[in-house]
């Protein structure tokens, strides 16, 4: 379904992106539970849209919570608290605070250098 959002998404149609990663996003909660990694993913389409929407507060709530789970998992899978530090990152540079940005950009890149 995340497919589906980002499909609709590339296309501006946010409101059927957010639906679709809300879909996506409650399959995942049934199936793995709420500290899953696949669940923070989810979470982070959602905050990709909302960011994509100028809705802010809601992206960085979003992100947090995927951050949170990720850091959890940080030695299982590295690849995904990547793109989270990524998108956080990118956010951040969104709304001009740069320092913030690079904080979050460099916390990346030792875990891409292992």
Do not use: W
């Not at 905050?47 to 951050?67: E, F, P, V």
Request: aromatic content about 12%; proline content about 3%; hydrophobic content about 40%.
């Amino acid at each position: 379904m995340n497919n589906v959002g980002n499909a609709y998404s590339k296309l501006g149609e946010f409101q059927n992106a957010l639906d679709y990663h809300g879909k996506s996003l409650l399959a995942r909660v049934r199936e793995f539970g709420e500290t899953h990694p696949d669940y923070a993913m989810s979470l982070m389409h959602l905050g990709n849209i909302y960011m994509q929407t100028n809705r802010h507060s809601d992206a960085q709530i979003h992100y947090d919570q995927a951050l949170e789970i990720l850091l959890n998992f940080a030695n299982e899978q590295p690849g995904k608290l990547v793109s989270c530090y990524n998108n956080l990152g990118a956010f951040y540079l969104s709304l001009d605070k740069f320092r913030k940005a690079l904080e979050y950009l460099g916390r990346a890149l030792p875990i891409l250098k292992k």
